[in-house]
């Protein structure tokens, strides 16, 4: 069974791009997703999460070309569990990370 994300947001930083050990690039950045409601005193709040974002080879290309902080995108995907260990605190973090294997990504033009 396949699961299936999809986030619309905007982007909380410029993509960090890198390179794996066989020369294909690795494109990871944040995106924040909002939702506006009104509280039990009917005042209007937001709450804006954020979410880990990978992608890999020619996506993470056309990522490092046109998308940047503030860059509006819509991106489908599935989600997966990556542990992190910090070995400072002695404990162990788990990381909810969307990490794209199907090239869907939506985006905002840039401006001419």
């Known amino acids: 069974m396949y699961q299936k994300v999809t986030l619309v947001g905007n982007l909380g930083k410029?993509?960090?791009?890198?390179?794996?050990?066989?020369?294909?690039?690795?494109?990871?950045f944040s995106v924040a997703t909002s939702?506006?409601?009104?509280?039990?005193?009917?005042?209007?709040?937001?709450?804006?999460?954020?979410?880990?974002?990978?992608?890999f080879g020619t996506t993470a290309e056309v990522i490092e070309k046109y998308?940047?902080?503030?860059?509006?995108?819509?991106?489908?995907?599935?989600?997966?569990?990556i542990v992190q260990a910090i070995i400072k605190a002695i404990r162990i973090i788990t990381v909810l990370e969307l990490v794209i294997h199907h090239k869907t990504l939506g985006a905002t033009p840039p401006k001419i």
């Open 67 to 81: 998308l940047h902080k503030g860059s509006k995108v819509m991106i489908n995907g599935k989600l997966c569990w």
């Open 35 to 55: 939702e506006k409601f009104k509280d039990k005193n009917g005042e209007r709040q937001t709450m804006t999460e954020w979410h880990n974002v990978v992608f």
């Open 14 to 28: 410029d993509p960090e791009i890198r390179n794996t050990q066989n020369g294909k690039k690795v494109a990871s």
